[in-house]
């Protein structure tokens, strides 16, 4: 999947396609086009069922992760892999800011019923106060997943959780270290408060 320009300012052709794609396209055929094979054909039917108001942008996420398949993508020169349910997510963010309640609704699929380690579970849980529903599958996710971004959120929120537990899955993450340095250094510092706490 490709954004408007790749390389070094070079037009993408793909982009130019869901353009033509979007505007010569009707309602029922965009519909079908959810279904496809491709998921990247799959992806820009629901950018512009979304874009035309046919479907909410929650409705079109959860849809989304019946089949959220993982594919290459480029913006500029950066090569990387996303999935439909993080282009879906990030196209919210970018071209619908004002979608407030809807990015609430998607965080609540993210927490409750997308792979705990996925990274949309990052952006659900950073700097952000849900409601105290969430809170025991905040927790879970923490405990039994050692999700990092749950940790942090249950630290800067004061969610009451077992200390002795708490501290044993903050250790896992740090022994497991595939979540970058920044992130390992705050948790050895969060680690070494909840013991002075002690």
């Known amino acids: ?8 300012g070079t037009k993408s052709k793909e982009y130019q396609r869901f353009q033509k794609l979007k505007s010569k396209a009707s309602n029922e055929e ?3 086009l959810v279904e496809h094979e491709n998921p990247i054909v799959r992806t820009y039917a629901y950018f512009s069922l ?23 993508t480029m913006s500029a020169d950066q090569l990387s892999d996303s999935d439909i349910c993080t282009e879906i997510y990030f196209n919210i963010i970018n071209n619908y800011p004002k979608s407030e309640t809807e990015i609430k ?8 019923k997308l792979d705990e380690s996925h ?7 950073n700097e952000k106060e849900h409601e105290e529903t969430y809170n025991n599958r ?7 997943f050692d999700n990092h971004s749950a940790i942090f959120y249950i630290n800067n929120n004061n969610i009451e959780i077992d ?18 340095t920044k992130p390992v250094n705050r948790l050895n510092n969060l680690l070494e408060d909840l013991e002075k706490e002690n």
């Open 138 to 144: 905040i927790v879970e996710l923490a405990l039994e």
């Open 50 to 72: 979304i874009d035309r108001n046919l479907i909410k942008s929650s409705v079109a996420f959860e849809n989304a992760m019946q089949r959220n398949e993982t594919y290459s």
């Open 163 to 180: 200390k002795v537990k708490f501290k044993e899955s903050i250790k896992r993450v740090i022994q497991n270290r595939n979540i970058g």
């Open 30 to 32: 965009l519909i079908k």
């Open 119 to 125: 990274f949309l579970q990052y952006m659900a849980l």
């Open 1 to 8: 999947m490709e954004s408007e320009y790749v390389g070094f």
């Open 105 to 112: 609704q998607i965080d609540s699929l993210i927490v409750f």
